[in-house]
């Protein structure tokens, strides 16, 4: 199960990172054939479904969203409470 999981995290990383891919078929014979390409790509649904496909890390523009955002609600709420003065 680790090496199926490992082999898996590697399948993923690579697919993120490498320019040139190589083929499921490619890490199912690195691993001597312990399991088929079938059980790679049913590990990697598993993968990305937990992972819930975030499997990029957070930028400045993700975090610069999500403090504009938040901005955005503190000023709607507080032109929210001053039309009906609610302060």
């Known amino acids: 199960k680790f090496q199926l999981l490992g082999t898996t ?3 993923i990383a690579m697919k993120v990172e490498e320019i ?3 083929s499921v078929q490619s890490f199912a014979l690195f691993a001597g054939h312990a399991f088929s390409t079938a059980e790679i ?3 990697e649904r598993d ?4 992972l819930k496909w975030k499997i990029y ?6 975090w610069m969203d999500s403090y504009l955002n938040q901005w ?3 000023v709607n709420r507080l032109l929210f409470n001053q039309n009906f003065n609610l302060s």
């Open 9 to 11: 995290a590697l399948f």
């Open 20 to 22: 040139l891919h190589s």
């Open 41 to 43: 790509i049913a590990k």
């Open 47 to 50: 993968f990305m479904t937990t």
């Open 57 to 62: 890390p957070d930028t400045l523009n993700t």
């Open 72 to 74: 955005d609600l503190l």
